[in-house]
């Protein structure tokens, strides 16, 4: 049986591994936990309660008896209301700070968390609603421990709120609609660290491959054109991505757009603008990314990474979409990593269950290249290629709207655009040749 590989911190110095995934957030916050607490406060109330009533009976009991004579049984009502004051206070003091978390753990920035929507290797991501604005967002909630300051000493800590800035810094400046949009970010008063995001309406690749099987080699296109060109604009900004994959592409009606595709979780940007001092702040001889989507020169622990290497990526990609399969599978991820390095991509044709148009599969080859001279040396050298295959009934939006009205029903249909569909076609079929064009400028 083949493991499908998770993302992982891969240390070449050494050759071990260390699974991201168990990188926790906010464990104190949990439903379960919550629960716990409750039950623990409710414990100590009913015992306080208990006592309290006991004294009140042996004092009742000593003044009825002794009038006001102290004794004995009097000391012990004393004793015991005092026990029941104590844990009375406590329940409340407990009572108090459980309500204080609650109320901290839902509120961050300007965002009131809502609804948990998914768990991943670096934290959770929960659904998020402004509360001026009522605004709906995604919020990504990052335990420091994920973000390099696992052993919690201050200078780690440092290190990793320099880090985590830096990082939401880099995607805030990218300004193309195929990039998520970031809203907010900062630091919780429990020291965790969170992402405000554009709350989208979709899948990510990777869900929709496993829902409805190999995709159309026309949307394909479609697709990786508009994934090619969010990376475009942080590749000119000086960024590399470093784990494109599958999971942070996301396919989306986006207001009267159909297939609309957002790049994911530039958490692993590197912005090669910075000097080498700058770089320090990442985690010292350590790679991070998913190894089913890993370059060569990644795997091997080479330090100048650049654009090339998101380009195989999105190669991996392609053949994931095409195919429905990982390029290399092993039953290890060290297994995984070598055939990356050493192996020959398969052929497409094995797999794809159509007939592929002319010069779609040397083009997706050409991106898996082990040498990064021998791939596309840009994005727009991709998007170029791409859209010079001539394929027979090309994908537009009125073909992918049918799609998603025919398959995912919950997403209401926009009856209003009615007899301007043609139109909207147009425009977006000639935003498509202008983009050709463009690129066969360059």
């Given at each position: 049986m083949t493991q499908n590989p998770r993302e992982v911190h891969f240390i070449p110095t050494h050759g071990t591994v260390t699974d991201a995934v168990n990188a926790e957030v906010r464990d104190d916050i949990r439903p379960e936990m919550m629960v716990r607490r409750g039950q623990r406060i409710g414990r100590l109330a009913i015992a306080g309660m208990f006592f309290?009533?006991?004294?009140?009976?042996?004092?009742?009991?000593?003044?009825?008896?002794?009038?006001?004579?102290?004794?004995?049984?009097?000391?012990?009502a004393i004793a015991t209301g005092t026990v029941a004051l104590v844990l009375v206070g406590v329940s409340v003091r407990n009572l108090y700070l459980l309500v204080s978390t609650i109320r901290g753990s839902a509120n961050m920035g300007s965002y009131t968390l809502e609804r948990l929507l998914g768990k991943g290797g670096m934290?959770?991501?929960?659904?998020?609603?402004?509360?001026?604005?009522?605004?709906?967002?995604?919020?990504?909630?990052?335990?420091?421990?994920?973000?390099?300051?696992?052993?919690?000493?201050?200078?780690?800590?440092?290190?990793?709120?320099?880090?985590?800035?830096?990082?939401?810094?880099?995607?805030?400046?990218?300004?193309?609609?195929?990039?998520?949009?970031?809203?907010?970010?900062?630091?919780?008063?429990?020291?965790?660290?969170?992402?405000?995001?554009?709350?989208?309406?979709?899948?990510?690749?990777?869900?929709?491959?496993?829902?409805?099987?190999?995709?159309?080699?026309?949307?394909?296109?479609?697709?990786?054109?508009?994934?090619?060109?969010?990376?475009?604009?942080?590749?000119?900004a000086g960024l590399v991505h470093r784990d494109v994959k599958p999971a942070n592409i996301f396919v989306c009606r986006y207001g009267m757009r159909y297939d609309f595709v957002k790049v994911l979780d530039f958490g692993l940007v590197k912005d090669r603008t910075r000097d080498v001092t700058a770089q320090t702040v990442t985690t010292d001889g350590t790679i991070t990314g998913t190894p089913a989507y890993m370059a060569p020169e990644v795997a091997l622990g080479k330090i100048n990474i650049d654009a090339r290497a998101d380009i195989y990526s999105l190669g991996c990609v392609a053949f994931w979409l095409l195919t429905g399969k990982n390029l290399f599978e092993g039953d290890t991820v060290m297994e995984v990593l070598v055939r990356h390095v050493n192996a020959k991509p398969p052929?497409?044709?094995?797999?794809?269950?159509?007939?592929?148009?002319?010069?779609?599969?040397?083009?997706?080859?050409?991106?898996?290249?082990?040498?990064?001279?021998?791939?596309?040396?840009?994005?727009?050298?991709?998007?170029?290629?791409?859209?010079?295959?001539k394929v027979a009934a090309p994908w537009n939006f009125a073909r992918a709207r049918r799609w998603w009205e025919a398959h995912v029903p919950e997403v209401p249909s926009v009856s209003a655009i009615g007899a301007d569909s043609a139109v909207r076609d147009r425009a977006v079929n000639d935003a498509v040749a202008q983009a050709a064009a463009v690129s066969s400028e360059k």
């Open positions: 309290w009533v006991t004294s009140l009976v042996l004092a009742l009991v000593t003044l009825n008896l002794h009038g006001l004579v102290l004794n004995w049984t009097h000391s012990l934290g959770e991501v929960w659904s998020a609603k402004h509360r001026l604005l009522a605004r709906p967002a995604a919020v990504k909630l990052i335990k420091a421990q994920a973000m390099g300051a696992g052993s919690g000493s201050s200078a780690d800590v440092g290190t990793a709120r320099v880090r985590f800035a830096r990082e939401a810094q880099a995607i805030a400046r990218l300004s193309s609609p195929h990039t998520v949009q970031l809203f907010d970010f900062g630091i919780a008063d429990s020291g965790d660290f969170y992402y405000v995001m554009e709350l989208l309406n979709g899948f990510t690749m990777e869900q929709m491959v496993e829902r409805y099987g190999q995709v159309d080699p026309a949307r394909v296109i479609y697709l990786i054109v508009q994934a090619a060109e969010s990376l475009a604009e942080a590749h000119q052929s497409l044709r094995e797999y794809v269950e159509v007939e592929l148009p002319a010069g779609l599969e040397e083009a997706v080859l050409r991106t898996l290249a082990k040498d990064p001279d021998e791939r596309p040396q840009t994005m727009d050298e991709l998007i170029h290629e791409l859209l010079s295959v």
